[in-house]
């Protein structure tokens, strides 16, 4: 049985925090069957996942749409 699972550090910047970011992240992260952690560091947060690539690539095509959340903006990934 062959395992696909990855794990990922994704650093965001742009005014996302105190808006609602990172529960909007761990929302997208469960739909998408994904694990792991979001935390602040200090104007910069931090998303590590770990899952199958097709479901983080889907989670990252998610989140560039953060601005239809009403959620903040992104300005790097």
Known sequence: MKI????YRILVTGFVQGVGFRPMVAGLAEEENLVGQVKNLGGVVEIILSGKQEAVENFLDRLCAVEKHGVGRIDSI
């Open 4 to 7: 696909d699972n990855r794990r």
